[in-house]
């Protein structure tokens, strides 16, 4: 009997954590964010398309090598855009801010609709999907703005100053054909990294 109340008293500890365990594990990782004006979207998000940033829209472009405007006016002097370059380059970036400012500020408000239609439980199968339809084409015309930005950029530059700007942006690898490194035979280095 003694045994059995041992067990049972080292067991209790075991059992009561998995109890609490099982209760917290049905909490969700979006708590906390019911307090949000638009629950779909952060403060950072309505900010970011308010400003008509990235909202990382672009990332297809990017990541891919080719430049965004606004990342090239910024590194101007360290790419060397000359005046013509940088004239087309804040052209188009003045465009496509203001296309997606637009476009933002349109998915914010319909954003703001399908939540209402939630919070009111007004929302009816049909409301939904034109709802959803209306967001979905706001979300591809912003992304669309800012896409077709990084393919006219691209046209502007010439392939160093793409080299340049993707170093810059740390997406380019080093080049092992630029320097061999100290304590190698640089005839060796250059054949093995097909630099010749």
Request: hydrophobic fraction near 40%.
């Amino acid at each position: 009997m003694i045994r059995v109340l041992l067990i049972l008293a080292l067991l209790t500890p075991v059992f009561a954590a998995e109890a609490n365990e099982g209760a917290s594990s049905h909490h969700s990782k979006y708590a906390g964010q019911q307090g949000r004006e638009i629950k779909s979207l952060s403060a950072e998000d309505i900010a970011e398309l308010r400003r008509g940033g990235g909202w990382g829209l672009a990332k297809a472009a990017e990541l891919n090598g080719v430049p965004g405007p606004i990342h090239l006016l910024e590194m101007k002097d360290k790419i060397d855009l000359d005046e013509t370059q940088h004239s087309a380059i804040n052209a188009i970036y003045q465009r496509m801010k203001s296309r997606a400012i637009l476009h933002g500020e349109r998915l914010i408000d319909l954003e703001r609709h399908l939540e209402s239609g939630f919070r009111n439980r007004s929302i009816t199968d049909a409301l939904l999907r034109d709802s959803l339809s209306a967001i979905a084409d706001t979300k591809k015309e912003l992304r669309y703005v800012h896409l077709a930005a990084h393919i006219e950029t691209l046209k502007i530059l010439t392939e160093k100053q793409v080299k340049t700007y993707n170093a810059l942006r740390g997406y380019s690898k080093a080049d092992p054909c630029a320097s061999v490194p100290k304590g190698h035979n640089a005839e060796m280095w250059r054949r093995h990294n097909n630099c010749d």
